[in-house]
């Protein structure tokens, strides 16, 4: 009986021991879903509303980078986190995708100098920021499927506005994962019909609505879009006249990226005299109308990609990146060019 009981015991004890792990480990995982829930409440409601409100590119980057796997970690118990995912996402590819064109202007420079194996060596630099900004926006379009269903498909039914920006948001970032992929030679493996398929997706916001909330960015995608894929234009509609209208909205919104993507779009047709244009017209609208303050990120972002194709002009023809203060100058203007950015007390 004394036996009995003791090896009664002994097997209560391993079942309480068995129950208590079940029940800690459930109890766990109930706190993490607790936490992502959390976390992805105070991503997209409280953080990313004020890193929009801030005009520091690089603090967005240094918040996005470090914040990201910490917040994205909560992923598994949680689909809930998918938006902030989006976000985070296209400020890490933005962060990359910095990285990329100085390390190309770093090219320039040396081409222009016939430093051939460091002029190499910033290109194969490039191409690794260009690849890893390409991976980032991949992820970024990814979690964006996740969250609303394949892009292009089928408009959402947005239950918010904070739905519509990150489904514009998504989509241009996962149009500009293809070109990041382009340019790091195909190695983050971004499919090519995405850029289609972001196409039909931002149709779903260019409307009249659509386009004065998010700064005519709809109608700025589906027009460079157009431009850019062949017999993707609407017959009788005329996509740079397009482009233009959308810049003008989002002028006068106070975000001016599709006034960046018009430049882009310029620069990719080899259209130096509109991409000219387009950065005076950027760097004068700076001067006369007050960024959104609700997004002012956005703008931010949209004049850092104005000023670096301004710089990569400057350093093709002059050796050097626009000079402080001189955005929409170029070094050919016949009057009022800036003196050279030069102090002789730094020499």
């Known amino acids: ?39 992805a409440i105070y ?70 100098d016939q430093r051939i194996s460091s002029a190499q060596d910033a290109r194969i630099q490039a191409k690794r920021f260009h690849a890893l900004a390409a991976k980032r926006q991949y992820k970024g379009y990814k979690a964006l499927v996740r969250s609303f269903g394949e892009i292009g498909e089928s408009c959402p039914n947005f239950a918010s506005e904070a739905e519509q920006f990150v489904w514009i948001i998504g989509v241009a970032t996962s149009l500009q994962a293809v070109l990041s992929d382009t340019l790091g030679g195909m190695e983050a493996g971004v499919p090519k019909n995405i850029a289609p398929k972001a196409m039909r997706a931002a149709a779903c916001l260019d409307n009249e609505k659509g386009n004065r909330l998010w700064w005519g960015l709809p109608k700025s995608i589906n027009a460079v879009l157009a431009s850019i894929i062949p017999g993707a234009a609407t017959e009788g509609i005329d996509p740079w ?62 004049t850092d990609m ?34 050279l950015d030069i102090n002789m007390d730094d020499l």
């Open 1 to 39: 009986m004394e036996s009995f009981l003791r090896h009664s015991l002994k097997h209560s004890r391993l079942i309480l021991l068995a129950v208590s792990v079940f029940a800690l480990s459930g109890c766990s995982g109930l706190i993490y879903k607790v936490a992502g829930k959390t976390t």
């Open 43 to 112: 991503g997209q409601g409280v953080m990313m509303p004020y890193l929009m409100t801030t005009d520091d590119t690089a603090i967005a980057c240094v918040a996005g980078e470090s914040l990201t796997p910490l917040m994205l970690s909560f992923n598994q118990f949680t689909s809930d986190i998918d938006q902030l995912a989006v976000l985070t996402h296209m400020v890490g590819g933005v962060c990359a995708d910095h990285l990329a064109n100085e390390a190309h202007l770093d090219y320039l420079r040396l081409a222009r």
């Open 241 to 302: 006249q397009e482009m233009n209208i959308a810049a003008q909205i989002g002028e006068h919104e106070g975000v001016r990226m599709s006034q960046a993507l018009m430049a882009i779009a310029a620069n990719n047709a080899s259209n130096t005299e509109l991409l000219k244009d387009t950065i005076r017209a950027h760097a004068a609208s700076l001067k006369k109308i007050a960024p959104n303050r609700e997004y002012y990120l956005v703008d931010v972002m949209a």
């Open 306 to 339: 104005i000023t670096m194709l301004s710089d990569t002009l400057w350093t093709e023809a002059v050796g050097h990146r626009t000079p402080h203060g001189g955005l929409g100058s170029f070094w050919d203007d016949k009057s009022d060019e800036p003196a």
